[in-house]
């Protein structure tokens, strides 16, 4: 298949200053991926795919400079934390954009594989 110039990419918007955001479900797993070659401020990939993970699994890594111009979509138990009864705080790192799914059956098979019913 077509491996696109992602570092060459990544050079023009560092120069450029443009945020990089990059989809990497087709290699991460496929080949090395090195987020410091590609001078990327964001990158996505999924488990499910080359990594042979369970569904609804994936990554996400943000350069840290760039986190603090990112605001998550939604926030959750895991995004924040309560400061009061009306007020919360983001979490300073990339935890904050992780969502609410869990590995059920990977956490049933635990338990049971424990000896816990």
């Known amino acids: 298949g077509v491996v696109n110039p992602a ?4 050079a023009i918007a560092k120069a450029a200053s443009i945020p990089y955001f990059l989809d990497a479900c087709q ?3 496929q080949m090395p991926v090195d987020v410091a070659a590609l001078q990327c401020d ?6 499910r795919k080359f ?5 609804g ?21 895991y995004g924040a934390v ?10 300073p790192d990339a935890r ?9 059956a990977g956490k049933v098979q635990g338990r049971t594989h424990n000896g816990q019913n």
């Open 51 to 55: 990594l042979r993970g369970p569904r």
């Open 57 to 77: 699994t994936g990554l996400l890594y943000v350069r840290r400079s760039f986190l603090d111009q990112l605001e998550p979509c939604m926030l959750d138990q």
């Open 27 to 29: 290699s991460v797993g």
């Open 7 to 10: 570092e060459a990419v990544g």
């Open 96 to 104: 904050r954009f992780e969502m609410w799914e869990q590995n059920l």
């Open 42 to 47: 964001v990158l996505t990939a999924t488990g």
């Open 82 to 91: 309560l400061s009061s009864e009306s007020e919360y705080r983001a979490r």
